[in-house]
């Protein structure tokens, strides 16, 4: 009888242990889900993050190109942009990037004459705007260069669309 009442201790021993067995391992198993998760979590932001400093990249680098192109056109052909509405207007279109983009006068009066020209390069695109003029009473003449590049051209709705812009004066 002795006998029996120990083997019968030592099952209900042995049936503890195992269920304690089963509950370290749903614990571990719980934590390694958990922190497989936060890795997951941590990696996809770093690749929305990554997309988006490459795009933004793209647009700074159109912007450039924008205004590069029109400072070569304003400075080596000089008289591409009109300084006033009695300015001729030698040109209606430049080459920027390879490729021949129409120059659009937006406004023009007695003081001053802005231009714009839309340009692509490689996937994404700029706007540009030329502002030429004198100020009132003043003879020193300014030219105003604003380029806005998109690493995604057409349509505003895209959320990964990022805009960068530089503005040159002299």
């Known amino acids: 009888m002795f006998r029996s009442l120990v083997k019968s201790q030592q099952l209900k021993v042995k049936s503890l242990q195992k269920g304690f067995t089963l509950l370290f391992a749903v614990l571990v198993g719980s934590l390694l889900f958990s922190i497989g998760i936060a890795i997951a979590h941590v990696a996809v932001r770093e690749i929305i993050l990554s997309a988006t400093a490459k795009g933004s990249e793209g647009a700074f680098y159109a912007a450039d190109g924008g205004a590069e192109c029109a400072l070569y ?94 503005r040159v004066r002299y």
């Open 73 to 166: 056109w304003d400075l080596e052909m000089a008289g591409t942009f009109p300084m006033t509405s009695a300015s001729p207007r030698p040109r209606n279109t430049i080459v920027c990037g390879g490729v021949s983009v129409p120059l659009t006068f937006v406004s023009s009066n007695a003081v001053a004459a802005t231009t714009t020209f839309s340009a692509p390069f490689y996937s994404s695109c700029t706007e540009v705007l030329v502002a030429k003029g004198a100020p009132q009473g003043g003879s020193r003449e300014y030219t105003v260069i604003e380029s806005r590049g998109r690493n995604i051209c057409g349509t505003n709705e895209n959320p990964a669309r990022v805009e960068r812009a530089l």
